[in-house]
């Protein structure tokens, strides 16, 4: 059965109900955190003053420092971040494979330099480590230009797979009549058509539905995974259906992803929420303090009845008539407020808050001053503080990072901007792999043993049992897999097979010379008797 816009309607309104407790928490997160993110709950009026709840920015800048960690250690500005890899180790190690590997992880990094993908990608990112869920919308212009938009979740709705996969986005979002028709034409309806007449901006309510295609649902390529379906409210029109037929899309377009969530709603979850109440708590004890410092520095004036002949006057060079002596009759008002206490008590809440969002551990070098500071213990502590992000960021490399280069990588393929794979690949599962600084930190454990082997057999090079270690040591094998694991070229290393062809070679080389030895003692005996055995004849 069609799918109808009744249909699609019905369901946007459901996925709204069903995620009006997270509004309501991700509207207190962001009255706090983020007050000029759009707000769930009601629309705002642009440029409209939305941060009379925030009283210290603190909390703001320890989620900023939170999110620009993370992001880096995803995606690192000026470091290399992924690399493609195949699940068969015999395909690996062939050179048109990773000759083309190569080729295709420089067509990405080429095709995200020449987009808005950082600024899309932390927008996302920064969404997520603020409210728990992040959307990033990739949309691909042809000839090689994408742009990356950040979506606002709350504008967002989300419904997962039996895989727990999120495979449908609605997007209720706000357009202009002149964008509906400059985006779809003039044939949108005709509350559209007076709009245009008479108020151009009046804005119109637009769903955007991105679904896995159903059987009896056509779009323009037989091929496509998923339908696109801009639908007009307001009339209930498919804005971009043509001919009967939807638009769509190979892959899903929408990359979502999450920080930390539960096995029951498609929703994230952020240390935001954790760490909540410390906010509210020092914020409230940052106004009252404000409050308190308000009546230190303006106090309030007591006056006997009658001491006054006018009302009093507190503007400089103001002049008061008063009946009675001013030393007594008027004074001001001494607070006996502790500011000791409620400086104490928000120390201890803004260090609780910045605890909450990994501070310390972001924070290394900050920690371990000294004249007796080694590098190795820095860089030891660097890596014991890593540990916090991994759970973090692993999620991010699965769910965010994986789908976003293999969609970029598809689409160059398909217009012709990859070539072709070899014939090798075919039906091989293709996989990025992580390179950025946390997966390196995670793998650099075995160089560093393999360093330390590599020394003790060459301390014991001259002894038998040193020998004999140094035997069982394949050097080759060594340098290609520590290679593979400092992220090295792929198609700057020989492979295995190159490697044990170059052996072959050598030792043919080696047999020849050796036979060239043994028979030249024979040849030059061969040359000495030869002129005597002819005269003898």
Same mark, same amino acid.
């Given at each position: 059965m069609r799918r109808t816009v009744d249909y699609w309607i019905n369901y946007a309104e459901r996925l709204k109900a069903d995620r009006v407790n997270f509004d309501t928490l991700w509207e207190e997160i962001r009255e706090y955190y983020a007050p000029y993110d759009p707000k769930f709950n009601?629309?705002?009026?642009?440029?409209?003053?939305?941060?009379?709840?925030?009283?210290?920015?603190?909390?703001?800048?320890?989620?900023?420092?939170?999110a620009a960690n993370t992001y880096s250690q995803l995606m690192p500005l000026n470091e290399d971040y992924f690399s493609f890899d195949v699940d068969n180790d015999f395909l690996a190690d062939d050179r048109d494979v990773k000759t083309w590997l190569d080729y295709a992880e420089s067509a990405v990094y080429k095709a995200f330099r020449r987009s808005n993908f950082r600024n899309g990608t932390w927008l996302a990112h920064k969404s997520q480590a603020t409210y728990g869920t992040g959307c990033l919308y990739l949309e691909y212009k042809g000839g090689g230009v994408f742009r990356f938009r950040a979506r606002p979740l709350a504008e967002t709705y989300l419904s997962e797979n039996a895989d727990e996969i999120v495979d449908t986005v609605i997007r209720c979002c706000q357009y202009s009549a002149?964008?509906?028709? &400059?985006?779809?034409?003039?044939?949108?309806?005709?509350? =559209?058509?007076?709009?245009?007449?008479?108020?151009?901006?009046?804005?119109? &309510?637009?769903?955007?539905?991105?679904?896995?295609?159903? &059987?009896? &649902?056509?779009?323009?390529?037989?091929?496509?995974?998923? $339908?696109?379906l801009y639908i007009l409210k307001e009339n209930k029109k498919i804005l971009n259906l043509q001919g009967g037929l939807y638009r769509g899309y190979f892959d899903n377009p929408y990359v979502i992803t999450r920080l930390d969530k539960d096995a029951v709603s498609p929703y994230g979850y952020s240390r935001t929420a954790i760490a909540l109440a410390d906010v509210k708590t020092r914020n409230k004890l940052n106004e009252l303090r404000l409050k308190a410092l308000?009546?230190? =520095?303006?106090? =309030?004036?007591?006056?006997?009845?009658?001491?006054?002949?006018?009302?009093?006057?507190?503007?400089?060079?103001?002049?008061?008539?008063?009946?009675?002596?001013?030393?007594?009759? $008027?004074r001001p008002f001494e607070s006996a407020a502790r500011w000791d206490v409620t400086g104490m008590e928000d120390e201890r809440i803004k260090s609780q808050i910045d605890e909450t969002f990994y501070g310390s551990s972001f924070n290394v070098p900050h920690r371990l001053r000294g004249p007796n500071i080694s590098a190795r213990e820095v860089d030891a502590a660097e890596r014991s503080a890593n540990r916090v992000?991994?759970?973090?960021?692993?999620?991010?490399?699965?769910?965010?990072?994986?789908?976003?280069?293999?969609?970029?990588?598809?689409?160059?393929?398909?217009?012709?901007? $990859?070539?072709?794979?070899?014939?090798?690949?075919?039906?091989?599962?293709?996989?990025?792999?992580?390179?950025?600084?946390?997966?390196l930190d995670q793998q650099i454990g075995k160089v560093a043993n393999s360093e330390r082997l590599l020394l003790y057999v060459q301390q014991l090079a001259n002894t038998q049992i040193g020998q004999e270690m140094a035997e069982a040591i394949d050097g080759a094998d060594l340098m290609i897999q520590?290679?593979?694991?400092?992220? $090295?070229f792929p198609s700057s290393v020989r492979t295995k097979k190159e490697v044990e062809q170059m052996r072959n070679q050598r030792q043919q080389m080696a047999a020849m010379q050796q036979m060239a030895d043994v028979a030249k003692p024979a040849a030059d005996a061969y040359s000495k008797l030869a002129p005597l055995l002819q005269g003898a004849v």
């Open positions: 009601t629309l705002h009026m642009p440029g409209e003053k939305r941060g009379e709840r925030v009283f210290t920015s603190d909390p703001i800048t320890s989620l900023d420092r939170f002149r964008q509906i028709v &400059e985006l779809w034409g003039n044939d949108s309806g005709e509350a =559209v058509s007076e709009a245009m007449k008479t108020d151009p901006e009046r804005r119109f &309510e637009v769903l955007h539905v991105c679904t896995p295609k159903a &059987e009896d &649902e056509e779009t323009f390529h037989p091929e496509h995974e998923y $339908i696109s308000a009546k230190v =520095v303006d106090p =309030v004036i007591f006056a006997k009845n009658k001491a006054l002949m006018s009302r009093l006057r507190l503007a400089p060079g103001s002049v008061n008539y008063i009946n009675g002596d001013p030393s007594s009759d $008027i992000s991994v759970p973090l960021v692993s999620r991010q490399e699965n769910e965010f990072l994986q789908p976003l280069v293999l969609n970029t990588m598809m689409h160059l393929l398909r217009d012709g901007l $990859i070539p072709p794979p070899p014939p090798q690949l075919q039906g091989a599962l293709l996989h990025v792999r992580a390179t950025g600084p946390l997966a520590m290679a593979k694991v400092l992220d $090295i």
